[in-house]
């Protein structure tokens, strides 16, 4: 079965630092790739997704992430952040992609806080 | 409605009792999704719904945990003589064809479930 490994559980950084999370998984076929991000108080919210095609998808806010056959990889990166990015991220996975049963499995997530 | 709904928003329950979570997915939407999501860990498949029919529902822990949607629009959650490890955030998910290679899952605020 897919896994999805987030290794960093907290992240703390100052306002206008750059960012990137990490995320692995497991499967090595073809997969779908989603970072989903919440809010305080809010649910959760598709950042970006990749299904193919340029291995570097860009999001909404700034955000963009890189997906990398070879390791496994779909790093979420943003080059400034600001306070209001504080949120919790979420990588997640379709594996494989079923059309129709389009079930995620997700990482354990990153709490990122923004220090103004 | 313009999002997913679930109801309730919190729900306490004594150990034993029956519980019932409600989702209400975005009109037309054909796919709906159930997720738990237990403290500090990210949210993790139970069941899938076409329409009316479940077509998948590998990820229901117990045979304590059903799930229905009747006319193929609200979905019910059921658990019954509910156990502490059932104490979690149950999120609910619907989308719909597209025609795409991916059908974007649009997830509800969550009941928070607590076992006592």
């Known amino acids: 079965a897919q896994s999805v490994s987030q290794h960093n559980h907290h992240v703390i950084l100052s306002e206008a630092a750059s960012l990137e999370l990490g995320c692995n998984y497991s499967y090595g076929g073809t997969v779908n790739l989603f970072w989903y991000v919440q809010y305080p108080g809010q649910h959760l919210q598709l950042l970006l997704k990749y299904f193919s095609g340029d291995p570097l998808v860009k999001g909404i806010k700034g955000f963009e992430a890189e997906f990398i056959k070879s390791k496994f990889s779909f790093n979420l990166r943003k080059p400034s952040v600001q306070w209001s990015d504080t949120a919790e991220y979420f990588c997640?996975?379709?594996?494989?992609?079923?059309?129709?049963?389009?079930?995620?499995?997700f990482g354990t997530g990153t709490r990122l806080t923004i220090i103004p | 409605g313009a999002g997913v709904s679930q109801s309730p928003r919190y729900k306490v329950a004594k150990r034993g009792q029956d519980v019932a979570l409600r989702c209400d997915p975005i009109s037309g939407h054909v796919s709906l999704f159930w997720y738990q999501q237990a403290l500090g860990q990210g949210p993790e498949f139970l069941t899938y719904f076409q329409n009316e029919a479940q077509l998948d529902k590998s990820g229901l822990p117990s045979d304590r945990f059903f799930a229905e949607r009747p006319e193929g629009s609200v979905s019910t959650l059921k658990i019954q003589r509910t156990q502490q490890e059932d104490s979690a955030v149950y999120l609910c998910?619907?989308?719909?064809?597209?025609?795409?290679?991916?059908?974007?899952?649009?997830f509800g605020p969550g009941t928070r479930l607590t076992v006592l």
């Open positions: 997640a996975v379709n594996d494989p992609p079923n059309f129709g049963n389009e079930k995620l499995t």
């Open positions: 998910a619907s989308s719909s064809p597209t025609g795409g290679l991916y059908n974007e899952q649009f």
